[in-house]
Every structure is written in structure tokens, then in C-alpha cells.
């Protein structure tokens, strides 16, 4: 019988510790693969997911199909290393003792403990890119669930609460695009004092109005002069002696905010610097409501 040759043998050794490392990743990363994720991409026609979740709805089969690999891998990794022990170093007892446990470490930390590692650590980058060759490219310090992947856990929940508990939760994913132009009250509805009236009109309007904040115009072409704390001018209000200039002096300076600020964003704002009332503007600076 012809010798093989010992670059072959080292090559049959290489291929077969891959093999068992490829075994025992795959194992992992299929096992810790996030379901709730998986679905979302299968919902979303990802064809690596959808294999890999063709492949958990048999998971005894998955699971007896890896392990029969992996023990074929490693007994055919021994069984080469013991060739080439004995090529290299003869048959001595020695040789023999000590070839096993020399195998046995590198499988155990190569084969085993680092595929291992890998795959529970990166589960799905690494059950897509085995079974598809596909890389999702999702960086490791991103949330587990994207706000869409959390949207699908919700709605697949639905039969599992009532339909107003459910609108409440499925809204909750659109707070971040809500704009103040969708929240704002429009220029034609805003309850506004207007200079241009006179005083006598303005504190009757004052004297009745249910609005802690107004703001006030000079005119009625919207030329504002800022916007009033009713309760600094209830006391010369009640007086009568109310006119232009206490009203004017007590005015505090008008905040504006551009229509396509975010919701959320100017709502974090009022809290962190204990505003009340905004006046929203366009692109021109024209006013569009508050």
C-alpha cells in the first residue's frame, strides 16, 4: 500500500478540525438565535432566515445531523493525527499516550470552545453567513430588537390583549415621527389678545378667558409682541387700571419652533427647561399655530 503523504495528512487534519468547528458553531448559533428577531426577517423575506428557520421547525433532526457530524469530524481528526504521530515520531508507548491528549486539546479549544463562544456571542451573523453566506451587517452594540422587530412581537401578541391596549402600544412606535405641525393648534384657533382692539375689548377677554398663557399681537396682520402670564395682570385688571403699557411690560419674549421639529424632541425640551407654550413657524417664519 502506498504511504500518504505527510502534507496530505496535515491537510485531512486541518479540514477535519474545520469541520468540527463548523459543526459545533453551527450548533450554537442556531440554538441562540433570537426568535423574535428570526421572525421579523422572515416577515420580511430574508431568505437566510427563512432557511434557518426552516431548519429550527426540525430541530431534532438539526441537532442529531450536527452531532453525527462533529463525532465523525473529530474521531476522523484522531485518527489522522495518530497517523501522523506515528509518521513523525515512531510507535513508541510515549507516542501513543500522549498523541490523544494532544488531539484532544486542540479540538477541545479550537473546535469547541471558540466556535462556541463565536456563536453564542454573534448568533446571527453567524447562522446567516453558515447557511446562506449572508452577512446581516448589524453592528454588535445595537439594541437586540429594533423598534420594527418590537412592532412585530406586539402585533403577532394581539390576540393576546384588548384592541385599545393594542393601538395604545402600536402608537407608541410613531411618537418619533410625529412632528409639532401634527400636535399644534392652527393660527385660526389659537385664542390670542390683539392690542389692535382696545382695552376695554382685551380685559373683558381677560376677565373671561380659561388660558393661563395667551399670546399677544400688536395688530391683526399677526405682528405678535409676546406672550402674557394672565395671572401678572389680574391685579390691575380687577382695579380697572389695566392699559397698554402694563400690558406691555409684563410680556415675556415669544418662543418659536420650526413645523417639522419633532414632538418628542420639543416635548423633552419644555421638560428640561420648564417651558409651556411654543409658537410654531414655517420655513418663512410665518406663523402656523402654537
Not at 249 to 262: D, G, K, N, R
Request: net charge negative; with cysteine; charged share 20%.
Amino acid at each position: 500500500m502506498p504511504e500518504i503523504p505527510l502534507g496530505w495528512m496535515f491537510g485531512a487534519l486541518g479540514v477535519l478540525l474545520a469541520l468540527s468547528a463548523f459543526f459545533s458553531i453551527a450548533e450554537t448559533a442556531m440554538m441562540a438565535f433570537n426568535r423574535y428577531r428570526l421572525r421579523h426577517l422572515v416577515a420580511h423575506g430574508h431568505v437566510g432566515a427563512a432557511l434557518v428557520a426552516d431548519l429550527l421547525k426540525r430541530t431534532d433532526r438539526l441537532l442529531g445531523g450536527i452531532l453525527i457530524g462533529n463525532t465523525l469530524a473529530i474521531t476522523g481528526a484522531t485518527t489522522v493525527a495518530g497517523f501522523i504521530a506515528a509518521h513523525l515520531f515512531g510507535e513508541d508507548r510515549w507516542v501513543v499516550f500522549l498523541t490523544p491528549i494532544a488531539v484532544g486539546f486542540v479540538i477541545i479549544v479550537f473546535a469547541e470552545i471558540t466556535p462556541k463562544v463565536i456563536g453564542a456571542t454573534y448568533p446571527e451573523r453567524t447562522a446567516l453567513l453558515l447557511v446562506l453566506g449572508i452577512r446581516p451587517g448589524r453592528p454588535s452594540d445595537e439594541p437586540k430588537l429594533s423598534p420594527e422587530e418590537i412592532r412585530t412581537l406586539v402585533l403577532e401578541s394581539s390576540s393576546f390583549m384588548p384592541k385599545k391596549h393594542l393601538s395604545i402600544l402600536v402608537n407608541l412606535f410613531d411618537v418619533g415621527a410625529i412632528t409639532v405641525q401634527d400636535i399644534m393648534v392652527p393660527r385660526a384657533r389659537i385664542e390670542s389678545v390683539c392690542l389692535e382692539d382696545g382695552m376695554q375689548t382685551v380685559s373683558r377677554q381677560l376677565a373671561t378667558t380659561y388660558h393661563r398663557r395667551l399670546p399677544v399681537f400688536r395688530n391683526h396682520e399677526g405682528d405678535i409682541a409676546g406672550i402674557l402670564h394672565v395671572r401678572r395682570i389680574l391685579g390691575a385688571l380687577h382695579a380697572g387700571s389695566l392699559d397698554e403699557q402694563a400690558l406691555l411690560a409684563v410680556l415675556e419674549e415669544p418662543y418659536y419652533v420650526p413645523a417639522s421639529t419633532s414632538a418628542l424632541a420639543q416635548l423633552q425640551y419644555f421638560q428640561e427647561n420648564r417651558e409651556r407654550l411654543a409658537l410654531v413657524v414655517d420655513e418663512y417664519g410665518e406663523l402656523m399655530g402654537l
